[in-house]
Each structure stands twice: as C-alpha cells, then as structure tokens.
C-alpha cells in the first residue's frame, strides 16, 4: 500500500499561510480591528527600480533590507516601512510576506465602499510591474489560484485596484491591468469591481 504524499495532507490554510506560497515573514503589520470584515482584494502592481524585474528588490523593501544606497531612485524610499500579504513576480511565483489575518500595510491612506482605512479589511497583492504596464500569463494564472483560495477561505466580495481605494494619490495597477479577464476566470459580478474596471 503506497503511503499518503505527504503535500497533499496539508492544509491550504496555515494561520493565515497559504500553502503554496514561498513565506517571507515581513515585520511590516499590526493586528486588524476586532470588528474587521475581510471582503477585499486589493491589486497593486510594483518593480524596484521602475521597469526592473527578477532583482530581488521588492522583497528586500518588505524586509525591511533595501539598501538605499543601490540606486539612485532608493532615495525617496528611504525609511519606508510597507508590505503587501502576497508578491507575484513576472514568472508567476508567488510570495507571502503578512499571514492574511494580520494588517499588511499596503494601501496607505484610502477609502472604498464608504469604507476609510482599507489596510484594516482587505488583502493586498502586488504584481510585479510597472504602473500603467501590462502583465504576463503566469503572473494572471497565479493571481486567479490565489484570489480563489482567498475566497473559499474569506468572506470576500469586493476586488479592486490601488487606484481605487486610493484615487488621485495612485494609479496602479493602472490600464494594462486586464480586469475583466480576472472577473471572467472569477466568475465576479459587476458590483463586486470598481465602475471604471469592467
């Protein structure tokens, strides 16, 4: 009798860990408000510089480890302390810095369906890439294996961009983001995405 693989008994969900995610633990996070309702998902898109990918870059700035002093554009991001729950590289590799149970500060000052604060409610994801650009098939793949698991373990019902909760102070993911190819594959109504998304 062939003994059971032993990956497949573990669970999707560890405290907040999905299993197939790489865990970086971030020190960037605080606890979320008792009352919080985790129903949103919200889509960043990033590269460290601008336009530069596979470096290493973004998780080093999660950490806490960016050298300011490696580029000259590190310089207004220095002190900055931010994080995201989960990272994907332009491969479609995921990353998880913030168990999804903890506040991952990502969104910054915002606001979204009435609601203010939106790091306290929501899941943040950062793709890898440049504002405004567009993002290849693995990282689509990924993304939509993720915000699945997401939604069988959350109450989620709402998705939107950085450039939503926070208008007129970010624009990412911006217009090479293909929302209604990620609303096809989720099989999202409407109401669930930002009016300017669909």
Partial sequence: MTPPDIHQCRPLWQDGWYRFARALPSPNFSSRPADATLDLIVIHSISLPPGEFHNGQVQRLFLNQLDWNAHPYFQQLRGLQVSAHFFIT??????????????????????????????????GIELEGLEGGTFETPQYESLISLCNALADAYPIAHFAGHEHVAAGRKRDPGAGFDW??????????????????S
């Fill in 180 to 197: 209604p190819l990620l609303q096809r594959a989720l099989g999202a109504n409407d109401a669930q995405y930002p009016p300017t998304a």
């Fill in 90 to 123: 332009r491969r479609g590799e995921l990353w998880q810095f913030v168990g999804c149970g903890e506040r991952a500060w990502h969104a910054g000052q915002s606001e979204y369906r009435g609601r203010a604060n939106c790091n306290d409610d929501s899941i």
